[in-house]
């Protein structure tokens, strides 16, 4: 990734305050404009997020000879002409969830090209488990010259058992096998909102899938599928990183767009630090004005604490008196926010995968972001910490975080955007091009 001649400039130690909207859910876009190859009707997906990971979807999608048209935040992917079965390593290097692209490009055209995919360099995430899941239903995968080659050699069949839970593998065979297949099962299939997402729309594209929202997905192919209007879920990341943000600042917030029944976790761990919060139909009314103490987390697979809050989560309790502990179970090496931390005065110890905190005083400095939770944490505490806080790596930000700067300044947050070659803010606004044939 092109590292971002721009910082945020945060003026910390403000109170977040006021209402903002959570957008659609990055998690979920990602893989429902995957959708659309498996269909040769019009796919109209609502509130699209304007990111440099969905961007890099899109810029996939018209590679392969979809019609890619943008209105606003509405998405129109007319996938009549696909002509390629291929996304080059130039594409898939930017972000590894386009390894996904397989499974759809195996649905509608039989064979896949991917190149290895990249993205953020925060530890393993093998796509082992996909192949071997491709390879159960028939599938033949192979590596050449550098990518990963898949062929099926008739409909797709018979059973998958995951050793553990991949939201993308499961992803990747569900968008594999809702057309064309025979009866396809998936054992220990992913359990987050966004797998629960994919198959609702796919379900409705006229795809037959059930168990929606359970360990056990069944799927029956079907000859085609047609296009929809689709919006997808919100996003519950986002949604935490707001709430961790204002936690931080002692600030209170209502956030409107959100499924806080896809919060339960995020809900309950904030409660346990004395955080109050309230449900009001898709909004959350949040106040940290009150007392704060610590508390230990670990993050799980769904329903459990996500993963992508970990870091947050972390950058929130170094801002509370008393000793905390935070682990990852979902990637325990997960941590290339704690030396930042560092910077702005967190008493912070990085003990064999267990971040070890005792809460306090932040105060402002330079920081640097190397992935987009990371990111979401230093916004976090630099929000946070007493003084003016210059934080780097805004790139990997842009890709998990839509107009961030903008919306906090709306909460009373004091940040620019601004050039790090001048000393003054950036000008010049930052627009994300659609690709079209």
Not at 36 to 48: A, K
Not at 275 to 299: F, Q
Request: net charge negative; charged share 25%.
């Amino acid at each position: 990734m092109t590292p971002s001649n721009e910082i945020l400039r945060i003026e910390g130690a403000a109170p977040l305050n006021g209402t903002v909207r959570v957008h659609s859910a990055k998690n979920s876009a990602l893989y429902l404009i995957l959708a659309s190859l498996l269909t040769e009707e019009e796919l109209i997906l609502r509130d699209v997020p304007a990111l440099s990971d969905v961007l890099v979807g899109l810029e996939i999608l018209a590679h392969v000879g979809v019609d890619v048209r943008r209105e606003g935040d509405l998405l129109r992917l007319n996938a009549r002409n696909v002509h390629r079965s291929d996304a080059p390593f130039r594409l898939v290097r930017k972000m590894r969830a386009s390894f996904v692209a397989m499974g759809a490009l195996l649905g509608r055209c039989g064979t896949a090209r991917i190149g290895v995919p990249g993205g953020c360099a925060f530890g393993p995430r093998p796509v082992d488990r996909h192949i071997r899941a491709f390879e159960a239903l028939g599938a033949t995968v192979r590596e050449e010259d550098g990518d990963f080659v898949a062929e099926r050699h008739g409909p797709l069949e018979g059973h998958v058992v995951f050793e553990a839970p991949t939201v993308g593998g499961t992803q990747n065979v569900l968008l594999a096998t809702a057309r064309g297949s025979r009866r396809v099962v998936i054992e220990n299939a992913a359990l987050e909102p966004e797998v629960a997402d994919l198959v609702e729309l796919l379900n409705a594209m006229g795809a037959r899938i059930g168990g929606a929202g359970t360990s056990v997905l069944t799927v029956e192919g079907v000859p085609r599928l047609h296009g929809v209007d689709f919006t997808p879920i919100p996003d519950r990341i986002e949604a935490g990183t707001l709430m961790l943000a204002a936690s931080a600042t002692r600030g209170r917030v209502r956030l409107e767009n959100v499924r806080a029944d896809h919060l339960t976790s995020v809900l309950a761990w904030l409660g346990r630090t004395g955080v109050w919060t309230e449900v009001d139909g898709d909004a959350i009314e949040l106040d940290a004005a009150g007392p704060l103490h610590a508390e230990d987390l670990v993050a799980t697979p769904y329903p459990g604490l996500p993963t992508d809050l970990q870091a947050p989560f972390g950058a929130f309790l170094a801002t509370v008196p008393g000793r905390s502990e935070v682990r990852d179970e979902v990637y325990p090496d997960r941590f290339t926010h704690v030396d930042e931390l560092r910077k702005l005065g967190a008493r912070v110890q990085l003990d064999e995968r267990t971040l070890r905190i005792e809460g306090g005083r932040l105060v402002g400095a330079p920081v640097h972001a190397a992935d987009i939770r990371a990111g979401g944490a230093l916004v976090v505490a630099t929000l946070a910490a007493e003084g003016t806080s210059e934080l780097s790596g805004v790139e990997f930000l842009d890709r998990g975080y839509e107009r961030l700067a903008p919306r906090l300044e709306r909460l009373g947050a004091r940040v620019q955007r601004a050039s790090a070659q001048a000393d003054r803010p950036a000008t010049r606004p930052v627009h994300l091009t659609v690709p079209t044939r």
